[in-house]
Each structure stands twice: as C-alpha cells, then as structure tokens.
C-alpha cells in the first residue's frame, strides 16, 4: 500500500512546517500551501485527507471544506483553530469536516482525528 497523501493549508509558515515534519515523522507523504486558493489549484494530487487552519486570509478552512464536498472523491477535511466559533462547529457537526482540533496542536489528537477521518469515522 503506497503512503497516505495529505495536504496541509495554513498561512502560517512555523505551523505549516511544524504539522509536516509531524505527519512525516508518522510516515505520511505531504504538500504544504500556504493557502486555501493555492492548494485548489493544484489538481494533479488525490489527497487522503486534507488538514487545514481555519482562519486564513482570502479563503477560509471552512469555506475550502464546502468546495472539498463538491468534489469527487471528496477527501476527508480536517479543520484546526484556535478560535472554535459557530461556524467552525458547525462545519463538523454538519460533516463538512470531518473533526475540528483546538490549537496550539496536540500531535496525538491530530493525528487521530487524521486516521478517524481517512477511516471514514471523523
């Protein structure tokens, strides 16, 4: 079985860098964007499960998350913040995402919320 891909969207470069060298170290493949436009136009890859901040200039995670459930297949979305507001509740609890972790990020809970996501659990 090849390598789980997954893409991770933050605009922050050190939290960006940090959730990669983390998903490398479990032995996932990654591709960073700095951003929700950068990473729609990259349409060569089928990501696993795609792992995003939610607050970031331009588009949001949770704007991403609606365009992701247009697409097929629709990969996974994994949102994290550290501003839980309405509508980032209410993007997991409506199944646009497939769970929301609180930052700062505990490489534990991510990483399971990665692996009940790309199990079809989130």
Sequence with gaps: MSRRLIAVVDDDELVR?????LLRSMDYECRAFPSAEEFLRDADHHFHC????IQMPGMTG?????????RRPRPPVVLF????????LAARDTGLAAALVEKPLDGETLLAAIEQA????G
């Design 81 to 88: 913040t550290a501003y839980p507001d309405t509508l980032a």
């Design 17 to 21: 860098a940090a959730t990669v060298s």
């Design 50 to 53: 795609v792992v995003s901040d």
């Design 118 to 121: 790309i199990a079809g659990r």
């Design 62 to 70: 949770v704007d991403l998350a609606h365009r992701l459930a247009l």
